[in-house]
């Protein structure tokens, strides 16, 4: 069965740090591009981050740029969202998505597998 489960939500303050994973099973992550998307209350979800097979480039979107690193170990089959410098805007449940063919790509349509989503509240 295929599974992607993420963790490590929670609350924390602005400019604080926060690392979100995303463990895989039944299918190796690195196979295949890799995204993190938001969806904060009354918004429709964003991808901030994607990681792409093979090469691990990624892309991001200018909200996140330089505050967020995406990172992957490929021997615990598992993807990280290192957030620094967290902002109120970042309050969100966050998603990871695998399972994508296409390269460098956040549609969300593109991604073949969701997790459950993890919260993280940015406030002081």
């Known amino acids: 069965q295929i599974r992607l489960a993420e963790s490590g939500g929670g609350l924390v303050q602005p400019g604080g740090s926060l690392r979100l994973s995303c463990a895989g099973s039944g299918f190796t992550l690195d196979r295949y591009g890799l995204g993190w998307f938001r969806q904060a209350p009354g918004k429709e979800r964003e991808g901030i981050v994607c990681?792409?097979?093979?090469?691990?480039?990624?892309y991001y979107v200018d909200s996140v740029k330089g505050r967020f690193t995406v990172s992957r170990d490929n021997a615990k089959n598992t993807v990280f969202l290192q957030m620094n410098s967290r902002k109120p805007e970042d309050t969100a449940v966050y998603y990871c998505?695998?399972?994508?063919?296409?390269?460098?790509?956040?549609?969300?349509?593109?991604?073949?597998?969701w997790g459950q989503g993890t919260q993280v509240t940015v406030s002081s």
């Open positions: 990681i792409n097979s093979g090469d691990s480039s990624t």
């Open positions: 998505a695998g399972g994508c063919a296409v390269r460098g790509t956040l549609v969300p349509a593109e991604y073949d597998y």
